[in-house]
């Protein structure tokens, strides 16, 4: 178990302030000295890898501390209840990180924390191909514009359906005019959330929050396998074939990678990543 930990508190969204006081009370009562702006710590916890803003020096910091095959724990507004659970994860919040939620479930936790899934309502024919902000790790080395254009050229062997395309809200790109476009609609009395349904026929996303939302949701999500919804997602040859996965393990599964303010200062989830400290 890691002894000292950094932490960057001018490197963090402003809407962190309650879950990153959080993770670290937590730390400090697990005997884990925090450290403000330190290179030379055991691990580090960084709010997001989102590589913009007041974030984007966490860059450097990430990739220091990989470098010496040290631990980054990583905070962020979770996909379950934007706002109110958070997620956190070591070394990436895909797939690749690594969250500790496939063992000891506990089987109640959807209810505990109000999330059940839907079933599934296409009354809109369209495809939304959902992009993700050009910045993020999650997304490294990936031309955005480019890969949007490759789903639907592949979407076309298999349906004839609209398809629309929505990007990033804080991360716009152009496409060509013959492309139809869908503009996230910011949700008034927010922070940060912005309107997507899930009445369409499938999402398209890479591995951000709209694969997971989309599934909970009953949404066909089509993922790449760093989604942590690829468990449940669908190959874009079987766009046209009724959503019937059983997403009853899965569910279960995702709501142990999400916490609440008060669950994040209780601890529930240093237990379960303490493993690869």
Avoid at 29 to 53: C, F, H, P, R, Y
Avoid at 114 to 134: E, G, R
Avoid at 168 to 174: A, G, I, T
Wanted: aromatic share 8%; charged share 20%.
């Amino acid at each position: 178990m890691i002894k000292t930990i950094a932490y960057f508190p001018s490197q963090c969204a402003i809407n962190s302030g309650p879950a990153m006081s959080a993770v670290l009370d937590c730390l400090q009562s697990a005997k884990i000295q925090t450290q403000e702006n330190s290179m030379t710590a055991d691990a580090a916890v960084i709010w997001s890898v989102l590589w913009s803003g007041r974030m984007a020096a966490n860059q450097q910091v990430y990739e220091h501390y990989r470098a010496q095959n040290k631990p980054v724990i990583i905070a962020e507004v979770g996909s379950l209840y934007r706002g109110n659970t958070w997620k956190v994860a070591v070394n990436n919040v895909t797939a690749d990180g690594y969250y500790g939620h496939q063992e000891k479930l506990d089987w109640d936790r959807p209810k505990k924390l109000k999330i059940s899934q839907a079933i599934t309502i296409s009354s809109n024919p369209d495809i939304v191909i959902v992009l993700q902000h050009a910045r993020s790790l999650q997304v490294a080395g990936i031309d955005q514009a480019a890969w949007a254009q490759k789903q639907i050229t592949e979407l076309r062997k298999y349906t004839d359906r609209p398809i629309c395309v929505r990007s990033h809200p804080r991360s716009v790109l152009r496409l060509p005019d013959d492309i139809a476009m869908q503009q996230p609609q910011k949700i008034p009395g927010t922070y940060d959330s912005f309107d997507l349904r899930f009445d369409c026929h499938a999402v398209i996303n890479y591995n951000s929050g709209p694969g997971i939302q989309a599934a909970i949701a009953g949404c066909r999500p089509v993922v790449d396998a760093s989604s942590l919804a690829h468990p449940v997602g669908i190959d874009m040859a079987n766009i046209e074939i009724p959503y019937n996965i059983n997403r009853d393990k899965w569910l279960v599964e995702i709501c142990h990678t999400e916490y609440t303010v008060e669950e994040l200062a209780t601890g529930q989830w240093l237990k379960r990543i303490q493993s690869v400290l």
